[in-house]
């Protein structure tokens, strides 16, 4: 699981302004294939910002992002990118909706029931989005970024919108799958405890720039238990 170390991405010297609004001023990272870093801090620091820019969906102002030794330019294709919202086509099929992951080409129902299986839900392929809950609809959003099988998995605040079993249900998942399969995660979270119980490793923004770049060392499977949890918390 996950042993890979070789340097997948470096952002150097990043920085985004929007007109006069500076976004990101300047966020040097490095991260490693394999590795599972959450994103934390306060609405409007950059978090999506950043993200998209990893995702290839924002042209720099200045600086760039090398990911396997070459500059990200235009759209990444070894990212999925997965939101607070699902975004399914309401008059397509959750199978269908899962198959525009891989632009719904050769292979892709094979690949689509395969995504679905990952997220338990191979038994509503047929079905109409509409149906599902807000929990299932963001087990689909998940399918279609894992049809793919990306190398980088970026996800933005994607628990966001749910209820906190559900929520608890989806860490789960995602941790597991993390720990099958072989990509990189971007978590962008609000939640600190959620960053610390999912991630290796948690960044603070602040201000478009890192204020805080913390290894978290717990084992795994965590709990919050777990007195290191609560010195961690308060150190972010
Ligand atoms: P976060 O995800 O941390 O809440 P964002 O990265 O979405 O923050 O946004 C950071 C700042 O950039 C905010 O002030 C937001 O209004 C601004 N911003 C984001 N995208 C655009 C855009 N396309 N045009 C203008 N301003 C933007
Ligand atoms: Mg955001």
Redesign the pocket.
Known sequence: MNMSSGVELGINHLK?S??S?Q??RGVNLKIRQGEFVAIV????????????HLAGL?EATEGEIIQDKKPIVGLNRKARVMFQDARLLPWKSVLENVGIGIGLKNDWKNRAAWALEQVSLQDREGEWPSVLSGGQKQRVALARALAAQPQLLLL??PLGALDALTRIEMQALIEKLWQQQSFTVLL?THDVSEAIMLADRVIL?EE?EIKLDLQIPLERPRSRENPIFNELESKV
């Open positions: 985004k929007f007109g609004l976004v990101l801090g306060k609405s409007g620091c950059g978090k999506s910002t950043l993200l998209r924002e933005d605040e962008v923004i478009g």
